[in-house]
């Protein structure tokens, strides 16, 4: 049986190596700060503890982080189980998130596009048509980045094949998204 510590010096392993994608995870706040301050809006997707984490995100934008401040336009598109059964049911799963794009995405608006792998087809198909829209697109991934990162616009790359480290991981990215964006417009 694995041992706690054996987990534990797995996940400092891969937080060390994710000081590589610093400059990615660095030039993708300031496309969030961006964003906000011309008046757009966040949207965020993924599955599973991925679509977890664009909700976590999501709320940090519109509630708070650490500083009380103004509400945030954010969106987790893993939320309305109506719109997503729905959509399910009448077309299929791999267009869910980009049918929601294609109605409350806008230019100048933000994607992030959470897959561990890179290659969620629902999760890709919500990148193309967040570009065709001429919305930015950060895609969060591990490894190499999969399909999702011809689509990006910000590619961050948790260099990682364990899904629970890369998903580790891109929480730590993201409040820290969460706090830099804070920093920036409520300083």
């Not at 230019?107 to 792998?117: E, F, V």
């Not at 890179?118 to 829209?133: D, E």
């Not at 689509?151 to 790359?157: K, P, Q, S």
């Amino acid at each position: 049986m694995k041992t706690f510590n054996q987990e534990l010096n797995e996940h400092l392993s891969v937080m060390q190596l994710a000081q590589s994608c610093a400059e990615s995870v660095e030039a993708a706040a300031k496309v969030l700060i961006k964003t906000f301050e011309t008046g757009n809006k966040v949207l965020l997707c993924g599955n599973g503890g991925s679509a977890a984490d664009a909700q976590h995100i999501a709320a940090e934008f519109v509630v708070r982080y650490q500083t009380k401040r103004r509400a945030l336009p954010a969106i987790a598109l893993t939320t309305d189980s109506s719109i997503l059964t729905a959509h399910a049911n009448d077309f299929d799963f791999d267009s869910v998130f980009a049918r929601q794009i294609e109605a409350l995405g806008n230019a100048g608006d933000t994607l992030i596009a959470i897959s561990t792998s890179g290659n969620s087809k629902n999760v890709v198909q919500a990148a193309q048509i967040a570009r065709v829209k001429s919305m930015n697109v950060i895609a969060l991934t591990g490894e190499n980045g999969g399909t999702l990162a011809q689509f990006a616009t910000n590619l961050v790359t948790v260099p990682s094949k364990i899904t629970a480290r890369i998903q580790e991981t891109h929480i730590l990215i993201g409040h820290y998204w969460c706090g830099v964006v804070e920093e920036n417009l409520h300083g």
